[in-house]
């Protein structure tokens, strides 16, 4: 390895997305809008980047999804991404717990064309999970921290064999190798990551990520075994 290799710095590594994306991820209208919308009604800007909107499209087209379920909608940006890779006859249900956010995500994905694909499901997610029916093909994690084993709980429960697991943010900055660190969303991730490793039901990896947002990254669970966690049971009926 060369010794002259530049260290990540912000600036870098912001180029360094800006120009992937440029260069990979096609200019939309629809998306920029939803975006925008998100700004403009006032809501924070942590949606996921473009490079990785379109890494989630992918990855519901690489295994057909037909069913997918997100868990934090904020303003449809990633609803989006994912309403398109389904296909016409596809579904996309996706949960949120701030009426304004699923106000703005509902304009937005209308506004994309997708919103027939696209049931938002506005309440807690650890209320509105039991009352949903599976199977799920893809299940998108990008809520509270806190709640995240819940979350991965219901996708199991609501997946199938096969099924594809992603939680987003589980570096926050680093912060989760921090001993020092106890915030209650870095512990949220770090049980998560944790239950990924442990639980039978899951196989499962993570990618730090440098982007746009700054330092973060995802994991990617498979399911194994779906079921409740006493092991191998169908998905819960209600
Ligand atoms: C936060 C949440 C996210 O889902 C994200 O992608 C970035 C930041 C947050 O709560 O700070
Ligand atoms: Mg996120």
Redesign the pocket.
Known sequence: MSDTNPAPTPDGWRSVDAYLTETLVEKDSALEHARAAQDAAGL?A???VPLTGKLLHLLARMIGARRVLEI?T?GGYSTIWLARAVGEEGRVTTIEAEPRNAAVARRSIDDAGVGARVEIRQGRAAEVLPQLEGPFDLVFI????ESNTIYLDWAARLGREGTVVVV??VVRAGRIVDPENHES?VEGVRRSLAMLADDDRFDATAVQTLDA?GW?GFAVALITHPGDSSGGAEPARH
């Open positions: 924070p942590i949606e996921v934090g904020l990008d809520a509270d921290k987003d943010n969303q947002k973060d």
